[in-house]
């Protein structure tokens, strides 16, 4: 429902993502080299390289995927050397051992994602946590943190919090350095401002789009992830895949550049009588359903797979609400609360009660957008 946004120079999110892997690199190109001798006959096109693998762009990835289930289906392969493939795939491309370095990476703002609500239904908050929630930055942090949240973020003792109190008593710190450099960390190897960001927890899951359990050569792919709230990805999606073609699977990934929901899709409330008054609509909300209607009509499997039409009907009520609102606010009572409330003010005061203002302050439509609510889709196409 939400494309993934990646929001920093694609070379520069790809060497940072590649620099997780460097050590273990070497090693895994060499027994990637041994096993695509293997597999190599059955793909059009198979990178040579681990690296190219793990930041091709998604519509790269669906031919391995697609090919490398035909191969699994071939009859020229036993079932123990497929079995046998897949287990060394499986161990270079090992996605658990490498997961809580993947979610630090898709917290990491530096990296440049936007990630507040799940991308398959906009439905719930997939937010990361930290520090920054309540901090404005690191020395905001050291310097203003109570020692209950000193304990809790940099994981020590309440007498080693004392110790950066009693410091910051005599003078404030002005640079993250001078707080790294205390003596009370001289046994650490690791910087101790750094602990505050691998302190960072999340609530979402990494989403493969396409399956590793059916390929794992994209287990590692960075275009393959989607971060996605747990009733999407564990309890709706599970193992399945969002298309079957190619072009199925390029149209439906929220990480593809083809990704097009928004434009293809439409929220809308169908009355199931001929009442056409949501006033009161509290009293009659099952008067109403909610529907999705798609020009292309491929988006329907993705509206399938996560249920969105049951799950977003349960949430009528924001519809409704949005649409007794418009009926009873229409531009001209609009214009004429502006009026009422401009009238013989000073013209700060009218700025506040512009009509513009006053649409706001009804409906909260930008206000969504830009602080990025759950149900933006719903909210903006019945708003339309
Ligand atoms: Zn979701």
Known sequence: MIKVKYNIDKKTL??????????????????????????????????????????????????????????????????????????????????????????????????????????????????????????????????????????????????????????????????????DNMKCWKSQKKKKSDH?????????????????????IIALSLYNFTPSCQVCNEKLKRSQTIGSTDAELCKLSPTSSDYDFDNNVTITVIPKKSTCSTFGFESHKNDYGIEFKCTDTDYQKTIDLFRLRERYNYHKVEALRLLDLKERYSDANIRSISRLLQNGTQSVIALQYTEQQIYEDIFGEDFSEKHCRCLGKLRKDILK
């Open 196 to 216: 505050l960001l691998n302190n960072a927890k999340n609530h979402f899951d990494l989403d493969h789009i396409l399956d590793k359990g059916s390929c794992p």
């Open 14 to 179: 790809n060497a940072a993502y590649l620099k997780l892997f460097k050590n273990d690199s070497q090693e895994k190109q060499k027994k990637w080299k041994n096993i695509r001798k293997q597999i190599n006959p059955y793909f059009t096109s198979l990178p040579s390289k681990v690296k190219d693998i793990m930041v091709a762009d998604f519509k790269k990835l669906t031919p391995i995927y697609l090919e490398y289930v035909a191969m699994m289906n071939t009859n020229k392969l036993t079932d123990l050397q497929k079995k046998d493939i897949k287990q060394k795939l499986e161990e270079i491309f090992n996605y658990t051992v490498w997961q809580p370095k993947l979610s630090s990476f898709f917290m990491n703002s530096q990296n440049g994602f936007q990630i507040h609500t799940c991308h398959y239904c906009d439905m719930a908050y997939v937010n990361a946590y930290g520090f920054w929630v309540i901090y404005s930055d690191m020395l905001d942090f050291i310097n203003n943190a109570p020692l209950e949240d000193l304990t809790r973020f940099l994981d020590i003792e309440q007498s080693t919090a004392q110790k950066i109190i009693d410091y910051r008593g005599r003078h404030l710190f002005s640079t993250l350095d001078e707080f």
